[in-house]
């Protein structure tokens, strides 16, 4: 029986599908979601180019962990107005697909349920999808939800 369950969430329209299944499946299961967000890290000062202006955009680590908790924390009350009871949130900065993985692995968890597509860019169209990359790294049941 599933007593943890991992959802990666972004944000996007296909991880709030995530979390809505999970929280079913939790709430009928009594069981335990846990919700992580983990944004990677700017690799350097990235440029947003603006018509003749152009600006340096630095994301800090606290920054991205302030914006990941906000996710996650809709993300819970999601889950607790489909019904879900016990919700845990975690933020991780790193790459995604190994952090999700070693949360999985550490915090022993049952089941992963991811959506098929977050907020990836074409990046990912090349190098494949983090619910992909996740899929065949982690030891336990994945669910992708479309």
């Known amino acids: 029986m599933s007593k943890l369950i ?8 296909p991880a709030k599908k ?3 299944f999970a929280a079913d499946w939790a709430k ?3 069981a335990t979601l846990l919700l992580v967000h ?7 000062d990235e440029v947003m180019v603006m018509g003749g202006a152009s600006i340096y955009m630095h994301t800090t680590p ?18 607790r107005e489909q019904g879900c009871k016990s919700v845990e ?3 991780e900065i790193g790459d995604p697909a190994r952090k999700i993985v070693a949360v999985a692995e550490d915090r022993k968890v049952d089941m992963i349920v991811m959506g098929t597509r977050g ?8 190098l494949g ?18």
């Open 6 to 13: 991992l959802v990666p969430v972004d944000g996007s329209d």
């Open 62 to 79: 606290d920054e991205l962990r302030t914006i990941g908790d906000s996710i996650v924390k809709a993300g819970a009350e999601l889950a």
């Open 129 to 146: 999808s983090v619910s992909h990359k996740v899929t065949h790294l982690a030891d336990c049941t994945c669910v992708t939800v479309r």
């Open 28 to 30: 009928h299961h009594d």
């Open 89 to 91: 949130t975690l933020v």
């Open 119 to 126: 907020l990836g860019d074409w990046k990912s169209l090349l």
């Open 38 to 44: 983990v944004p990677e890290p700017p690799v350097g």
């Open 18 to 20: 995530a979390i809505e």
